[in-house]
């Protein structure tokens, strides 16, 4: 069973930039791919993009186009998430969560990440 | 982008009741959707995937059913650790969508 451990707590000035990791332990890294989803405060699930590291293949929601980032290092089994321009709205939990299909197809979200807090404030 | 809809925000009940919770899609997946259970604190689990399958370790108690645009999650029998966030996600297209969440409180 893989397991998803994500890099600590972050805060941020507006306009800056953060880097988010997840090391992948366990399983089959390469294969499958790794979506990234956020959540603010008391707020619901937001899916932001994905990777399948084995083509370094990205998939990105419209919304976060042009300011997220995501990508994959085989040799070591770690996902990044970057997302820059950062504003008050982007604090949040920010998980990365491993497919359940070992395809590049969208998918269902199995193995989750502990999550990362990232907070904007000035 | 296909909006899932969960109409009930909150649900209240006691243990050992039946829990249902429903998600209607904007538009057909046909079976492509998922169940999840959030915790506070937690990140979220799945439970269910393509409308009716049990993720692994999940209890009988959890089932999904419905296809097209109209899916329903049932709890057979609450558990004092079933009160929790539940969220359904497509995976028809992208980008992956999740509905708004239904909370299942303790009457």
């Known amino acids: 069973q893989v397991q998803l451990v994500q890099s600590g707590a972050e805060v941020k000035k507006p306009g800056s930039s953060v880097r988010v990791s997840c090391r992948a332990s366990?399983?089959?890294?390469?294969?499958?791919?790794i979506s990234w989803v956020r959540q603010a405060p008391g707020q619901g699930l937001e899916w932001m993009g994905d990777?399948?590291?084995?083509?370094?293949?990205?998939n990105y929601a419209q919304r976060f186009q042009g300011r997220v980032t995501i990508t994959a290092d085989k040799s070591t089994g770690t996902a990044y998430m970057d997302l820059n321009s950062l504003r008050s709205e982007d604090t949040a939990i920010y998980y990365c969560?491993?497919?359940?299909?070992?395809?590049?197809?969208?998918?269902?979200?199995?193995?989750w990440g502990q999550g990362t807090l990232v907070t904007v404030s000035s | 982008d296909i909006v899932l809809t969960q109409s009930l925000d909150t649900l209240s009940l006691s243990p050992g009741e039946r829990a249902t919770l429903s998600c209607r899609a904007s538009?057909?997946?046909?079976?492509?959707l998922a169940w999840y259970q959030q915790k506070p604190g937690q990140a979220p689990r799945l439970l269910i995937y393509?409308?009716?399958n049990r993720a692994t370790g999940i209890p009988a108690r959890f089932s999904g059913s419905g296809s097209g645009t109209d899916f329903t999650l049932t709890i057979s029998s609450l558990e004092p650790e079933d009160f929790a966030v539940y969220y359904c996600?497509?995976?028809?297209?992208?980008?992956?969508?999740f509905g708004g969440g239904t909370k299942v409180e303790i009457k």
């Open positions: 969560a491993r497919h359940y299909y070992d395809s590049s197809g969208p998918d269902y979200l199995y193995s």
């Open positions: 366990g399983g089959t890294f390469s294969s499958y791919s």
């Open positions: 990777i399948t590291p084995i083509f370094a293949k990205t």
């Open positions: 538009q057909s997946i046909g079976r492509y």
């Open positions: 393509d409308a009716s």
């Open positions: 996600q497509q995976r028809s297209n992208w980008p992956l969508t």
